[in-house]
Structures are given as structure tokens and as C-alpha cells.
């Protein structure tokens, strides 16, 4: 039998917390003890773990003592305050908030792009932001034949992305809606149902939301390539799980969508669902509960040389914070611990 | 008093012809006699038009009869069949089909962009795709004063671009899935509600639609810029009203955000709506009643030399079709018959 692991979640209560224990259970992650950890509000409810009913905890310095991975989705806030903490108590963290991941000394990894970069770690090691993740699981073996040049990304992201507060919200709205009542805006700022909203995450000095500059500061760290120009434009679109996105490459060396094809379906992680003449293409209701990124529509640009679109759809909640996040894990005890 | 004209609206049924009798009353377009004419299916139907009840005729070949502008909106088929009989007869006709609108002595016009050229008509005037004239009506200001090298849009398409039938399965197939019932999809290959479909018209052999080649070489046209590189993914969203584009534009000469927003604030038909500080950037459902196109989330490129960002939208219904059909008509009268 081999070894196992004592683990702890941090922030088990919300959409990406709770995920992250089934994906502990679905993929068989030996694990010792699993604590679940949460703010106070929690204190006390039951979530279920290879069917028993485990007890959440309220997180504090002591929380990690014995841990050996901690995996962390509760916000920027708690990362800053408790992933040093963790690490201090001896664990590993593998954090999904956005608190570390452009430490120049935390690793930012997707499993199938950069794993070997999880050997510079230092106790902390960073899960990309969602958007990013599926893009460079496509974008990666593109560039390794051959070479981009510039990205032009806008994105159709699900509300499960925010949380369940605003998977209530667009349900709730569009409930109102189809009653014809009036609506209430709580989460986001303008009504979600039936609506598409130019913004996610906060705005910056520059006119860019903070989650566009993810998809371009991260992409560059995780592909290991600061020449990439990146420009993007994050959507979110009344669809509560599997993120969409629109996608050109530019690329240095010539590349045919056969090709393209043929390059992704070897790659690991990655379905190709590319049939145009059966209305075969990624939906993000295919992608829901999925671990695989989907790609298709894959078509020569004519705009430009060596221009390629494509459409990428993954689960934001699974491959994009919690599957990721979990592979780290799984790379880290089979190599690193 | 003025003169008065007689004028026909074919598929006034439609989604699209319905809104044409609105425009006609609201912007007080001098009718004479107003003929309605759809399908056999329609026949007697009852339509309001300037407080009266109008009835709705079978279109066939005597319909035209007297009618000075025919307002077209009944598909291709029926365009390519009636259109040429409704000039016969002596009436110019403003086809919203793709019909005709490549073909090179049918001007395709959006009024504040290439009104002049109007001046070449030969009994039919082509209305353009819904996402091409809200998208054209912001370029063309730029392009003159920066000149556009390349565009790479992505639109988020609302379902009544497809009709009254696609708008119904939204709304049933949302009913269901709150219900937590079994959906069915008849007008789309897949499920629309909470779900984003990349598929807007039918694939062509290169892999794009036809909708994406529309954004294409009715850009060209109506630009009258062939040297113009555009590539295009159309995506439908769960949507009634209002189209939304995330459009990257390279130009040849520098242009700034508050440059571009100084010329637009100042061009015909947009309303800048850019204060993300506010939270103000232009919405599916702020256009969707409106004639205006807004833009917003004007913003420097930092991929390409001399690039933007931004975010257009507008009423699909009007300004996509109806509004603009029955400014062509407005032009029509004011000019040229």
C-alpha cells in the first residue's frame, strides 16, 4: 500500500472548495485525514467524503498542524493571511486565489503545460486563474510546433466563476423574469439573466479588468514566453457552468487547422470536438463535469498569416480551479513529497 | 403638406417586419396606404398600425401594385422570388435577405456610414446582417481617421435574431430547467438556455459559418475598403435583445482610446457608453428599444502596434434591421424618388 497523506481544504464550503473534495474522491487521491476548513459562518455543517459525513472546522493558525497538502479556494484574503502559516505548519499549498501567483518565486502550473516548473516551489504553489487555464492547455502544444505570436482572446464565462451567490442570482432572476417581475442586481452589478456583461473582476487604471490581465500575465508565466502578445476581453454570459472562449492565434511558422487537429488530439488533457458538419463543437453543457478542455472550430484566418481560430470550453469549476488543482497535488506526492 | 407614400411590408408577421411597422409609425414616416403581406399561414392576421388594425394579406404577385417602397423581410427565398416582381411593378424595395446583398449593382447600405451610395440603385437596396451594421457604423469613423488594417470580432448574439420561434424555445427551454424538466431543441442543433452555441447560419466548406463570412465581405462592401482583413466567430447566447460584439481593431496610424472616444461621441447614430469607474459600459438589455449603437470599454492593445479594444452593442431588431431598412426608405424619399 502507499503512502498517504494527511489534506486539508481551505474554503471547503464554496463552489471550487466543495469540488475539490469530490475531485479528492473521484481520483482515488490517497489521502490520510482530509480537514475541511472554512470561515466561522460554517462552522459545523457536513460535507461528505467516500461516504462519510466530515465536519467543517473554522480555519486558524492551527489548522494545518499535521497537514501535509493544503489545498486553498477561499479567497485572496485567506491565502495572503493563511497560506505562510500552512507552510510554516509543513505543508505544501496549492492555492486557486490569486494572492501568489505572479510571486516571481511561486510556481503558477497547469499540469499539462509546465509541471516541471513545481520543482522551483517553496511551499506555495500557485493555480491559475480559470480562463487561463484552459486556454494554455490548447495554446501550448500550438506554440511548441509552431510558435505564436499574438492572441486575441473574448471570453463567454459562467457565473459558477464568481461563486454559488451568483449562481443564486441568475437563477433567481431569471425565475423573476419568466414570472415578469422585477429583478434584483446583488452580486454583479447590472442584471445577469438574459444579459451578457463586459466585466469580471475589478477594473484597473488602464480600462482592463483585472481578469483580463490574468489571461495575459499568466499565460506568459505558464507557457514560460514573455514575447506572447496577449489582448483579451472577459464576458460573463448567463450559463452557470463551462467557460467559453473565442480565440485567434497568430502564429511564426505556417499551421493548418489539420494539423492543428492532429497536434491537440495527441495532447494530453484535450478532446477535439471539431465536426462541423454534424454540429459538432464545444458547448459548455458538454464540458460541465468534465475534466478535459474542449476544442473545435478550428479554421485558417485568412486576416492575417498564419492565423488560426479556434473555440475552447472547459469546466471552469473542475479543470479550471479544482481538477488543476488536484493534478498539482498528484504531481507533488508522486515526485516532490 | 409633404408627399405620402404607398409602401408594403413583406413578412410583417416576422419578428423583424413587425418592428418594421413600428419604425414606420415612430419615426413618422409619411405612409399613404400600408400594405402587410406574409405567408398564406398569416392571412387575416391583424396588425396595429397607427392606432388602426391593419389585415395581414397572402404576398404574391399583385401585390405590389401601386406600392412605391416595398420594405422586404420574409427570407431569402421569398426576397429573390417577390423582389424582382415588387420593381416590375414599379416599387424600390429595401431587402433585409442576404439575397442580394453581394451582388454588385445592389447598393447594401447603413445610412451613416455609405448613404451615397444609395445613388447607384437599380430598383433594390440591400439592408446588411444584424452584426454588421452596428459594427460598421463604429468602425467607419475610426477608419477615417486611422484607417483599419485588421479586425478580429466575436459577437454574442441574441436569439431573436433568428426569429419569434427561436425567442419561444429560450423561454421554454429556460421554463424547463428551472422546473428541473427534460428540454427540447427544435430551432437550434443544441440547447440555447444557459448554454452559448458557436453556430449563428450554416457552415461553409472553409469551417466558418455563413454569418462569420457575412461580418466579412459585408464590412468590405458597405466600407467600400476591400484591403480591410476581418475575421469573425459568431456565437448565439441566451439572449432575447441586443446584440453584443468584443471587436479588436489594428489600425495603420496610432489612435488612443480618448481619441477614438472624441470621434465617436461626435459620429451619427452612437452613444459612447465608457465609465467603467461607474460600472458603465454598453448592455444587451440598455440597447435592446433603442436605435442608438453603443460602444464602450474602449482600451489600448498593447499586442499590436495601433490597437484598440472595444465593445459595441445594439438592438439587434431595430437598428441590426428594421430601424436601418426604414432609415434607407427615409433616405429614399428625402433624395431619390
Known amino acids: 500500500m502507499g503512502k498517504e497523506y494527511n489534506v486539508a481544504v481551505a474554503g471547503a464550503t464554496g ?8 475531485c479528492l474522491e473521484e481520483r482515488v487521491f490517497p489521502v ?32 494545518f498542524e499535521g497537514i501535509d497538502i493544503a489545498l486553498f479556494s477561499a479567497g485572496g484574503s485567506v491565502s495572503k493571511e493563511f497560506a505562510p502559516k500552512a507552510v510554516q505548519s509543513g505543508a505544501v499549498v496549492v492555492d486557486n486565489s490569486s494572492a501568489f501567483r505572479m510571486e516571481p518565486d511561486v510556481p503558477l502550473i ?10 522551483g516551489h517553496k511551499g506555495i504553489i500557485a493555480n491559475p486563474n480559470c480562463s487561463t487555464i484552459q486556454m494554455v492547455v490548447i495554446l501550448k502544444p500550438l506554440h511548441d510546433y509552431a510558435k505564436i505570436k499574438r492572441v486575441v482572446v473574448s471570453t463567454y464565462q459562467a457565473v459558477s466563476g464568481t461563486g454559488l451567490k451568483a449562481m443564486d442570482e441568475l437563477m ?21 439573466a438574459f444579459n451578457v456583461l463586459p466585466h469580471i473582476d ?11 490581465l490574468k489571461m495575459v500575465n499568466e499565460t506568459r508565466k ?14 460573463r454570459v448567463p450559463v452557470f457552468f463551462g467557460h467559453s472562449e473565442s480565440v485567434n492565434v497568430e502564429f511564426f511558422s505556417a499551421i493548418s487547422p489539420d494539423k492543428a487537429r492532429e497536434i491537440l488530439s495527441e495532447a494530453p488533457g484535450i478532446r477535439v470536438v471539431d465536426d462541423v458538419g ?20 478550428i479554421r485558417q484566418d485568412e486576416s492575417v498569416e498564419h ?16 481538477t488543476n488543482a488536484v493534478q498539482i497535488a498528484e504531481i507533488l506526492i508522486d515526485k516532490y513529497i
Open 110 to 119: 497547469v499540469p499539462e503545460v509546465n509541471a516541471h516548473a513545481i520543482a
Open 202 to 212: 475589478v477594473f484597473l487604471e488602464n480600462g482592463y479588468t483585472k481578469e483580463e
Open 32 to 63: 490520510k485525514n482530509l480537514r475541511l476548513l472554512a470561515s466561522p459562518r460554517s462552522d459545523g455543517k457536513k460535507i461528505k467524503f467516500r461516504g462519510k459525513e466530515l465536519t467543517v472546522e473554522t480555519l486558524n493558525e492551527k489548522s
Open 222 to 235: 505558464i507557457m514560460e514566453d514573455y514575447s506572447i502578445g496577449i489582448t483579451a476581453t472577459t464576458v
Open 172 to 192: 433567481e432572476q431569471t425565475r423573476s423574469l419568466l414570472s415578469f417581475k422585477e429583478t434584483q442586481a446583488k452580486v454583479y452589478p447590472h442584471r445577469i
Open 15 to 22: 463552489a471550487v472548495g466543495n469540488q475539490m473534495v469530490l
Open 307 to 322: 492565423g488560426l481560430n479556434m473555440w475552447i470550453v472547459a469546466d471552469n469549476i473542475r479543470k479550471g480551479a479544482a
Open 278 to 297: 454534424k454540429f459538432q463543437y464545444p458547448l459548455a453543457i458538454d464540458a460541465a463535469g468534465q475534466d478535459d478542455t474542449l476544442v473545435g472550430r
